[in-house]
């Protein structure tokens, strides 16, 4: 389907807003919530709370990105994570690519796709959004 995925990194440029719109969750908010950091645990923990529904880690830019509907993006109102749709691309990897890859700090599902069209319930993400950012909004006042 797409040639890039065969290239050295095995990421695809694909345009958001037809097969799905992606919500950018910074990697703070993740690793705060979940209270851990290693990257397989961390994706188990996600698996379980997106009940096993698509999620790429980039860990270069520190961000996850979850999988939703299209359209998603006209009505999303949360400030804590972005989401993407119409006019916006998303490197995405391989199917295969599934984990950090030596040391690597190429995107890698950190939940995989289990069939096509199984996308994150938008509001799964935006309930843990929401309780991310006061949460971590909360930690940070109660460092002031």
């Not at 807003?17 to 705060?32: N, Q, Y």
């Not at 030596?102 to 890698?108: I, L, P, R, T, V």
Request: a negative charge; proline letters at 8%.
């Amino acid at each position: 389907m797409y040639q890039e995925w065969d290239g050295e990194c095995r990421l695809a440029l694909i345009p958001l807003g037809k097969l799905f719109d992606a919500v950018r969750i910074p990697e703070h908010l993740v690793h705060g919530v979940a209270e851990v950091s290693d990257p397989s645990t961390v994706s188990g923990w996600l698996g379980w709370i997106f009940n096993g529904r698509p999620v790429i880690h980039d860990p270069a830019g520190r961000r996850y990105y979850a999988l939703v509907p299209p359209g998603t993006a006209r009505l999303w109102r949360a400030p804590a994570a972005a989401c993407l749709g119409d006019g916006t691309y998303l490197g995405v990897p391989r199917t295969d690519v599934t984990g950090l890859e030596g040391h690597a700090w190429g995107s890698y599902w950190a939940v995989p796709v289990t069939r096509p069209g199984w996308l994150c319930r938008t509001s799964d993400v935006l309930t843990f959004v929401m309780v991310a950012g006061c949460l971590t909004d909360a930690d940070c006042e109660a460092e002031s």
